[in-house]
């Protein structure tokens, strides 16, 4: 069984940065594609970026618009979402999901998903 755990949300201002790690147990992280979602207030949960099982191929929504990053340490069997210029739209729950498939930005594609990370950015 996997376990997927998110960590680093929390409160930054406009402008600001935070990296987000999901770590996985139970399987090998390279071994499945691992994708960011959002999921903001009374909002549907959005497709932010993903990782590709070789690690080669990064793929990002177009809001993130070069302000985020996703990377992945094999060897911690984790995947980070580095955010940076912050913006008060960003605030969300972060999720990090895994899809033993082919990479997707559709949610129902993935088959594990851990418990997120609030992100809020103030103005």
């Known amino acids: 069984q996997v376990h997927l755990v998110e960590s680093g949300g929390g409160l930054v201002q406009a402008g600001g940065s935070l990296t987000l790690s999901c770590i996985a147990s139970?399987?090998?992280?390279?071994?499945?594609?691992t994708g960011w979602f959002r999921q903001g207030p009374g909002k549907e949960r959005k497709y932010v970026a993903l990782?590709?099982?070789?690690?080669?191929?990064?793929y990002y929504g177009d809001f993130v618009k070069g302000r985020f990053t996703i990377s992945r340490d094999n060897a911690k069997n984790t995947v980070y979402l580095r955010m940076n210029s912050l913006k008060p739209e960003d605030t969300a729950v972060y999720y990090c999901?895994?899809?033993?498939?082919?990479?997707?930005?559709?949610?129902?594609?993935?088959?594990?998903w851990g418990q997120g990370t609030q992100v809020t950015v103030s103005s």
């Open positions: 990782i590709s099982r070789s690690g080669l191929n990064t």
């Open positions: 999901a895994g899809n033993g498939g082919a990479g997707s930005q559709s949610p129902a594609d993935y088959d594990y």
């Open positions: 139970g399987r090998t992280i390279s071994s499945f594609t």
